[in-house]
């Protein structure tokens, strides 16, 4: 059985609600097909992911990140930034099967660490993430059992909050809000330019992000 920093920890009940966040990443070279091809996309993806990261280490909620990646190039760069690892175990399943089979394991792992912790599922491709967008988030989670953050277009979802003790079930693909609505996730009330809704898929999508403000590992490639 792995052991993670913090097992067995349980927050103080006076303290203020405070969060693990689990963030999958894929960190290989078919990440991100949907930007084009080349060397250059896979390097986005990276930057994505550390952007994400990084935000998430700095936010005043959070009390951990685990991040879930087979990558240990990656995974040791996200380390760096202060995230825990998790290896992804080798699977047959692909795409969203995959994506959420790690998420899985991320969650596992956390209530390993943080039996008592209220748990967040991010995806890794958010790289104008704002600190003030994710504080207003957590605040806003913290009154609801499960809640979820849409993505810009409505359809899909970026982000699943769980209250402690409450069971998460991720199903991110396609029309993933619809499936999380349906497990009871209260879809929170952002405005459709919070940074916690604009996940990068597309080369439009990285341009309304850039809108917002990108992350440094992501403006460095730009």
Do not use: C
């Not at 084009?36 to 986005?44: K, N, Q, S, T």
């Not at 003030?132 to 899909?156: I, Q």
């Amino acid at each position: 059985m792995e052991e993670y920093p913090g097992a067995g920890h349980e927050a103080s009940p006076s303290a203020a609600p405070s969060w693990v966040v689990v963030v999958p990443v894929k960190g290989s070279a078919e990440a991100k097909s949907r930007l084009g091809a080349g060397l250059e996309r896979a390097a986005l993806a990276d930057a994505f992911a550390l952007d994400t990261v990084a935000a998430l280490v700095e936010a005043s909620a959070v009390e951990q990140v685990f991040v879930v990646t087979a990558s240990a190039r990656l995974g040791a760069l996200l380390a760096g930034l202060g995230a825990v690892i998790v290896s992804e175990t080798p699977s047959a399943e692909t795409g969203h099967a995959r994506l959420n089979a790690a998420i899985l394991r991320g969650l596992a792992a956390t209530r390993l660490a943080y039996p008592r912790a209220n748990l967040a599922v991010m995806t890794g491709d958010l790289p104008a993430l704002r600190p003030a967008d994710l504080e207003k988030a957590f605040a806003l989670a913290a009154v609801h059992s499960r809640s979820m953050v849409a993505d810009a277009d409505g359809v899909g979802t970026t982000t699943l909050f769980a209250r402690a003790g409450v069971t998460v079930t991720p199903r991110f693909g396609l029309g993933s809000r619809a499936a999380h609505e349906a497990d009871g996730h209260a879809v929170l009330d952002l405005s459709p330019t919070s940074s916690l809704r604009r996940d990068v898929d597309t080369a439009a999508d990285l341009d309304a992000a850039r809108l917002i403000g990108l992350g440094p590992h992501t403006s460095a490639l730009l």
